[in-house]
């Protein structure tokens, strides 16, 4: 038994680790994708999206991820990007935290006349 547990131990935590990573994942993509959302609504800008971003990374991750991000890099006028970044809890001591990243884009709405883009 002195033998198993702590390997037992180990994989608890390794196990509780990965779960803690995939939601932190979760949290920042789907902040990422109510930003996008936001963001490409007709008369809205990126930083419509960034705001909006970060209200739900707020709302939903505010324990799950630190030294969050959220930016509008590479948004042009035809499409709006928003990438958060943080960095997910750790469970394992001597782990600082695994880096999550989620970066999601869309077209922005706007009126087009038939022919011209």
Same mark, same amino acid.
């Given at each position: 038994m002195a033998i198993i547990f702590p390997a037992v131990i180990v994989l608890i935590l390794t196990l509780l680790q990965a779960i803690m990573w995939a939601y932190a994942r979760n949290v920042a993509y789907s902040s990422a994708r109510a930003g996008v959302s936001a963001g490409r609504m007709y008369g809205a800008t990126p930083n419509d999206g960034a705001v909006k971003a970060r209200r739900v990374l707020d709302d939903m991750g505010s324990h799950? !991820? @630190? +030294? =969050? $991000? &959220? @930016?509008? %890099?590479? @948004? $042009? /006028? #035809?499409? &709006? +990007?928003? =990438? &958060? %970044?943080? #960095? /997910? !809890? @750790?469970?394992i001591p001597g782990l600082s935290g695994i880096h999550v990243k989620a970066v999601v884009s869309g077209p922005i709405e706007r009126w087009t006349t038939p022919g011209v883009r």
């Open positions: 799950m !991820l @630190s +030294q =969050r $991000t &959220v @930016s509008t %890099e590479g @948004s $042009t /006028a #035809q499409r &709006v +990007q928003i =990438r &958060v %970044e943080g #960095q /997910a !809890l @750790s469970m």
